[in-house]
C-alpha cells in the first residue's frame, strides 16, 4: 500500500516542514470520537474537503504557511491524506462497521481531499467554466521526495479567475487523481468529471488534464490511445489491457481505439507562453490494421489501427486523456475544448540526487515548480482566448 511509505525520513520531513503533520493525528482523534456510521460519514468527508482547502490556501498564499516548505508544494497534501486514510482504516470504533462502509469512508476521504466532489462552476452567461486536473506523486520508491508539478498547479489554479484577451473572466476549479490504475477501472475520472461535462448552465467551457511529461518542455498530446501499457502504479500494480470503461457511465460504442484533442493546439505553440517550449506532439505507437507487430507512427494513427500508446504514452496520462475525451464525445460535446497537456519532470538541483540525502527541497526545485506553474496558467489562458464565446476548433 501507499500508507507503507509514510515511515521513512522523507515523507515525515514533508509533512513537518509543512505543517500538514497535524492531519492524520486530528483525524484520528476525531474518529475517536465517532459514536454513529452517519456521524462518522459526516465527519470523514468534511474532513477531506478541509484538508484539500487547506492545501489549496497555502498553495495560493492565504494564511500561515506552517513551515517553512515552499507553499506551491503539493506533496504535503498527498502524504497527510496518506496519514489520514492509514488511520481510517486502523480505526476500531465503538459500533459495527462493515467491511463495505469502511471503504465508502475511505473513497470519501479520497473524493473530498482531491477536490473531486468540491467543483463550483458558476452558473451565468459572459463567464468561462473550466476544469484542469493534476496527478499524485510517483515513482516514489526510487524517490520518495518526488512531486508532481501537474498537482502543484492544480493547487495553485483551483477556484481562481483568469482573463481572457477580450476581458472575460474565466472561473478555474481543479481536482487531483490518484496514481493507479484501479481507481481509473472504477470510473473515478467520469464520476468527476461527467456532471460538468454534461449540457446544462454550469456546463464546462473548457478542460485540460495534466500531468509531468518529458524533460525541458511541454507537450500537447494530440492523440490519446485505449491501451494500458503495465507500467507498475504507486501501489505496485500493472495493468496491460484495453482500457476498461466502467458500466454506468457515458461511453462510446464500439469503444474507439482512438481519441484526439479539441484544444487549440497551434495557437497555444505559438503563443510563446513561458521559458519551456509547447510542442505539438502526434507521435503515437499502434498495430497497423492487418499487422501483429507495433510501430510507431509520428503524424498519428492510421485507419483501422489498434492501439498501443497515445501521444501521452500507455500510462495513467494517456488514460486520463483518453477517459476524458471520450467522455466529451459521448456526452454529445465533440467541440468542447479540451485536451491533455504534459509539463515538464520536475527535478532537484545539481547535486541533490540522492533520495536518502535527507534534503526534500531545494531552490532549484522551488523555482522549477513555480515556472511550470505559470506556465500552465498561460497555456489555459491561450486555450481560454480561443473558447472565448463558444466552443472552438482545435486550431
Known amino acids: 500500500?501507499?500508507?507503507?511509505?509514510?515511515?521513512?525520513?522523507?515523507?515525515?520531513?514533508?509533512?513537518r516542514r509543512s505543517g500538514f503533520a497535524v492531519w492524520p493525528r486530528e483525524f484520528g482523534r476525531g474518529l475517536a470520537r465517532m459514536s454513529t456510521y452517519p456521524q462518522a460519514r459526516r465527519y470523514v468527508e468534511a474532513e477531506g474537503r478541509a484538508l484539500w482547502r487547506r492545501a489549496v490556501d497555502r498553495a495560493q498564499g492565504h494564511g500561515p504557511a506552517g513551515g517553512d516548505l515552499s507553499r506551491g508544494d503539493d506533496r504535503p497534501l498527498y502524504w497527510a491524506r496518506l496519514g489520514m486514510s492509514k488511520e481510517l482504516r486502523q480505526w476500531r470504533p465503538g459500533f459495527e462497521l462493515s467491511a463495505a462502509q469502511r471503504a465508502a469512508l475511505l473513497g470519501r476521504l479520497e473524493r473530498g481531499s482531491r477536490g473531486q466532489d468540491s467543483i463550483e462552476l458558476p452558473a451565468g452567461k459572459h463567464l468561462l467554466r473550466i476544469v484542469v486536473t493534476g496527478?499524485?506523486?510517483?515513482?516514489?520508491?526510487?524517490?520518495?521526495?518526488?512531486?508532481?508539478?501537474?498537482?502543484?498547479?492544480?493547487?495553485?489554479?483551483?477556484?481562481t479567475t483568469i482573463r481572457t484577451a477580450s476581458g472575460e473572466p474565466a472561473r478555474l476549479e481543479a481536482a487531483v487523481f490518484p496514481v493507479r490504475w484501479a481507481d481509473f477501472a472504477q470510473g473515478t475520472v467520469e464520476r468527476t468529471l461527467a456532471p460538468y461535462f454534461r449540457h446544462g448552465p454550469r456546463q464546462?467551457?473548457?478542460?485540460?488534464?495534466?500531468s509531468q511529461g518529458r524533460p525541458g518542455?511541454?507537450?500537447?498530446?494530440?492523440?490519446?490511445?485505449?491501451?494500458?501499457?503495465?507500467?507498475?502504479?504507486?501501489?505496485?500494480?500493472?495493468?496491460?489491457?484495453?482500457?476498461?470503461?466502467?458500466?454506468?457511465v457515458p461511453t462510446v460504442?464500439?469503444?474507439?481505439?482512438?481519441?484526439?484533442?479539441?484544444?487549440?493546439y497551434a495557437r497555444i505553440v505559438a503563443a510563446g507562453t513561458g521559458p519551456y517550449p509547447v510542442v505539438d506532439h502526434t507521435a503515437v505507437t499502434e498495430i497497423p490494421a492487418g499487422g501483429t507487430a507495433p510501430v510507431e507512427r509520428p503524424d498519428g494513427p492510421t485507419p483501422g489501427s489498434t492501439a498501443r500508446a497515445g501521444?501521452?504514452?500507455?500510462?495513467?496520462?494517456?488514460?486520463?486523456?483518453?477517459?476524458?475525451?471520450?467522455?466529451?464525445d459521448a456526452v454529445g460535446r465533440p467541440a468542447l475544448p479540451g485536451g491533455h497537456l504534459h509539463t515538464p519532470v520536475l527535478e532537484f538541483g545539481p547535486g541533490n540526487t540522492d533520495p536518502e540525502n535527507g534534503q526534500v527541497t531545494d531552490p532549484v526545485l522551488v523555482q522549477n515548480r513555480l515556472a511550470i506553474t505559470r506556465q500552465v496558467r498561460e497555456i489555459v489562458t491561450v486555450a481560454a482566448d480561443s473558447a472565448s464565446g463558444a466552443e472552438a476548433g482545435t486550431s
Do not use: C, H, K
Not at 500500500?1 to 509533512?15: C, D, F, K, N, S
Not at 508539478?149 to 483551483?158: E, F, K, Q, T, V
Not at 511541454?218 to 496491460?240: I, K, Q
Not at 501521452?312 to 466529451?328: F, K, P, V
Open 217 to 248: 518542455r511541454f507537450d500537447v498530446e494530440r492523440t490519446n490511445g485505449a491501451w494500458r501499457g503495465g507500467y507498475p502504479d504507486n501501489v505496485r500494480e500493472s495493468r496491460t489491457e484495453t482500457v476498461p470503461i466502467p458500466p454506468g
Open 204 to 210: 464546462v467551457d473548457l478542460f485540460t488534464t495534466i
Open 253 to 264: 460504442t464500439p469503444q474507439p481505439q482512438w481519441t484526439t484533442t479539441s484544444l487549440p
Open 311 to 328: 501521444g501521452g504514452g500507455d500510462y495513467l496520462s494517456n488514460e486520463i486523456a483518453y477517459r476524458a475525451t471520450l467522455l466529451r
Open 135 to 159: 496527478f499524485d506523486p510517483f515513482q516514489l520508491d526510487a524517490d520518495p521526495r518526488r512531486s508532481n508539478p501537474s498537482g502543484a498547479a492544480a493547487l495553485a489554479l483551483d477556484g
Open 1 to 15: 500500500m501507499e500508507e507503507g511509505r509514510l515511515a521513512q525520513t522523507a515523507p515525515q520531513e514533508i509533512l
